[in-house]
Antibody, heavy 119, light 110 residues
């Protein structure tokens, strides 16, 4: 049974760096084909993919946010960490992590973590 | 503006059938599998369809997917009140090198 859960700050100030952790169970990110992605959703708006990391350390970033994002995995603790620099109020959103195989389709999702950017 | 285009809203009466369209291009839908997600208010998305028309175990067979060229569709038959939700399509985009989502469609069961 695959489960994921996001954790991190609920409030960050403009220009600060956001660090979110996805803790998962039921699979290993050292197993062939496995991946974890981050997707966000501003209030009342659509889903937006941010980043993906695969079992073989292949990483992909949304081109529009690539300069601000870093994704990393820790297979020993079953965690994936996303950092986003230079936060702005428009980055206020619910941030989801999700499990994916190589197709980029997300079959299991965490409940989401609302992050508000405000001074 | 989303890479994949969906109608903002659709509606239908209980027990009717409704379809939601998703339009893309050769860099995404044409050459890659389409997934569909259902998002209930305040909840995380749930995958309903993958690889264009595959239904995951545990998902009702009232949901079906299809694809033709650069467009995909989600059909929901025997509409129920609990189907009221937002629906999103998604596909890998070879040009952007990652998955892209549609803008979402709000389904209202009249």
């Amino acid at each position: 049974q695959i489960t994921l859960k996001e954790s991190g700050p609920t409030l960050v100030k403009p220009t600060q760096t956001l660090t979110l952790t996805c803790s998962f169970s039921g699979f290993s990110l050292s197993t062939f084909g496995m991946g974890v992605g981050w997707i966000r959703q501003p209030p009342g708006k659509a889903l937006q993919w941010l980043a993906l990391i695969y079992w073989d350390d292949d990483v992909r970033y949304s081109p529009s946010l690539k300069t601000r994002l870093t994704i990393a995995k820790d297979t020993s603790t079953n965690q994936v960490v996303l950092t986003m620099t230079n936060m702005d109020p428009v980055d206020t959103a619910t941030y989801f992590c999700a499990h994916s195989m190589t197709t980029g389709s997300f079959d299991y999702w965490g409940p989401g973590s609302l992050v508000t950017v405000s001074s | 503006q989303s890479v994949l285009t969906q109608p903002p809203s659709v509606s239908a009466a209980p027990r009717q059938r409704v379809t939601i369209s998703c339009s893309g291009s050769s860099s995404n839908i044409v050459n890659n599998g389409v997934s569909w997600y259902q998002q209930l208010p305040g909840k995380a998305p749930k995958r309903l369809i993958y690889n264009d028309d595959r239904v995951p175990s545990g998902v009702s067979d009232r949901f079906s997917g299809s694809k033709s060229g650069s467009s995909a569709s989600l059909a929901i038959s025997g509409l129920q009140s609990e189907d009221e939700a937002d629906y999103y399509c998604s596909a890998w985009d070879d040009r952007l090198n990652g998955p892209v989502f549609g803008g979402g469609t709000k389904l209202t069961v009249l």
